[in-house]
């Protein structure tokens, strides 16, 4: 097989089309989010019923004018599955349906592509070693809210955590600041659910969480930097975490 033309990527979604084809929502190092139509995939004699399934990292090709369904020509695993179970399953699903919610389609994002590369693996590695040992448990929690500000970043949502928008002081960990969309944090007095301490925007400015405090903190605010993005529809895979895992 020549390799010009492969794209790195991996499906975020996919769905049944007439009987024997598939649907893909595909992220893709180079091209950025494409919608690709996989004839036969689902036949009986496709080699491409074990290899087209989510957090299974592909080489790609395909054909298709821009702003069109694209039909695929090739596609190879490079690797196996990446090994994912309950929370980290479900934490993956999350991170997949948000990026098919956020990303402009046909349009590059290089560096959100490594850093879902890069909370993939760390899910991945948690959840190995959980099955290893179950007393080896990691919250997804650090690992989610390191890439929902990555994301945020590299959608052009700049915010300067580590300053106050009224005076340009470096924050103060034991102040409290109100966030303002437009603007960024300011000094206030008055907590709220808009507000946030320095050691919590420091927290998010690193990406170092080192108690449930600063993850709670950076929750809300990518809840709220991230509302405008996905918009007033519920996220499914939200649901998911309400559910026991079984074990």
Do not use: W
């Given at each position: 097989m020549n390799n010009a033309g492969l794209v790195r990527g991996l499906i975020l979604h996919r769905r049944s089309y007439s009987?024997?084809?598939l649907i893909l929502d595909v992220f893709s190092e180079k091209k950025g989010r494409v919608s690709i139509i996989a004839k036969g995939a689902r036949s009986k004699r496709s080699n491409l019923k074990g290899t087209l399934q989510a957090f299974t990292p592909l080489l790609l090709k395909w054909s298709g004018k821009n702003g069109n369904m694209k039909t695929l020509g090739y596609a190879e695993s490079i690797s196996l599955a990446l090994p994912l179970s309950g929370h980290y399953l479900y934490s993956a699903m999350y991170v997949n349906e948000l990026l098919a919610r956020v990303l402009e389609v046909e349009t590059p994002y290089p560096e959100i592509f490594y850093a879902y590369m890069q909370v993939l693996t760390e899910?991945?590695?948690?959840?190995?070693?959980?099955?290893?040992?179950?007393?080896?448990?990691?919250s997804p929690e650090p690992a989610l809210r390191r890439f929902e500000l990555s994301l945020l970043k590299h959608l052009g949502y700049g915010i300067d955590f580590l300053h106050c928008a009224a005076?340009?002081?470096?924050?103060?960990?034991?102040?409290?600041?109100?966030?303002?969309?437009?603007?960024?944090f300011l000094a206030s007095i008055k907590p709220d659910n808009m507000s946030f301490t320095g050691r919590e925007l420091r927290a998010m400015a690193e990406g170092v969480f080192e108690n449930?405090?600063?993850?709670?903190?950076?929750?809300?605010?990518?809840?709220?930097?991230?509302?405008?993005?996905i918009g007033s529809m519920p996220l499914k895979s939200r649901e998911l975490f309400l559910k026991p895992v079984k074990s």
């Open positions: 009987e024997t084809s899910l991945a590695n948690h959840s190995v070693a959980y099955e290893k040992d179950p007393h080896q448990r990691h005076t340009g002081d470096e924050i103060d960990d034991d102040m409290t600041y109100l966030f303002r969309a437009q603007q960024g449930a405090q600063q993850l709670k903190g950076a929750k809300r605010f990518t809840r709220m930097a991230l509302k405008p993005y």
